[in-house]
């Protein structure tokens, strides 16, 4: 089965940029999609389609794709941005298969 | 604004049945898959399985044999329902609605029930 594979920590100074990385198997030729997730509740979409922003999310958050690794930018992170992050993608081994990453916890120091 | 609300039992016994039921408020029911994901310390987001207004379901192989998901149009909901729960299916369950268009995420999700397996 098709493995994603993220940092489970990743630390980030106010005011910097966090990367936050997914790797798999030639996972540039897949559709990669991003969400948050705060202490508590559910998930939040904020990056689909490797590149996209939903409405409502910030110009700070960025998406690239390619080779064996998808990257999550958050630009000027703040203590708001501290939470846990997960990639997705669809379709890798079946029609319909959904495969998540571990999830990468930011903390903002 | 699309809305999900979600209920269902919190507290299951091993081998009981696991239910739970989600609401869709605003926006269209057809045109999407409907699906239920849960979320557990140890392995993460695990996705469950979908079904669209037409009540085709796709399931993940791994719990194929457990899982029904049901889907009612005339009430805007859909149901999961896990049978033969252990220890190991104690999660938080949410539901979500699955966007297809070349790719496929989850747009708008339910606020999550917690179900505790435990004799």
């Known amino acids: 089965s098709y493995v994603l594979t993220q940092p489970p920590s990743v630390s980030v100074a106010p005011g910097q940029t966090a990367r936050i990385t997914c790797g798999g198997n030639n996972i540039g030729s897949k559709n990669v999609h991003w969400y948050q997730q705060k202490s508590g509740q559910a998930p939040v979409l904020v990056v689909y389609?490797?590149?996209n922003r939903p409405s409502g999310i910030p110009e700070r958050f960025s998406g690239f794709n390619s080779g064996n690794t998808a990257t999550l930018s958050i630009s000027r992170v703040d203590a708001g941005d501290e939470a846990a992050y997960y990639c997705?993608?669809?379709?890798?081994?079946?029609?319909?298969?959904?495969?998540f990453g571990g999830g990468t916890k930011l903390t903002v120091l | 604004q699309v809305q999900l609300q979600q209920w269902g039992a919190g507290l299951l016994k091993p081998s009981e049945t696991l239910s739970l039921t989600c609401d869709v408020n605003?926006?269209?029911?057809?045109?999407?898959?409907w699906n239920w994901i849960r979320q557990t310390p140890g392995k993460g987001l695990e996705w469950i399985g979908e079904i669209n207004h037409s009540g085709s379901t796709n399931y993940n192989p791994s719990l194929k044999s457990r899982v029904t998901i049901s889907i009612d149009t005339s009430k805007n909901q859909f149901s999961l329902k896990l049978n033969s729960v252990t220890a190991a299916d104690t999660a938080m369950y949410y539901c979500?609605?699955?966007?297809?268009?070349?790719?496929?995420?989850?747009?708008?999700w339910g606020q999550g029930n917690l179900v505790t397996v435990s004799s």
């Open positions: 605003g926006g269209s029911f057809s045109g999407f898959y």
């Open positions: 389609a490797d590149t």
């Open positions: 997705q993608v669809w379709g890798v081994s079946s029609d319909h298969s959904v495969v």
């Open positions: 979500a609605r699955g966007f297809w268009d070349g790719y496929y995420y989850f747009d708008y």
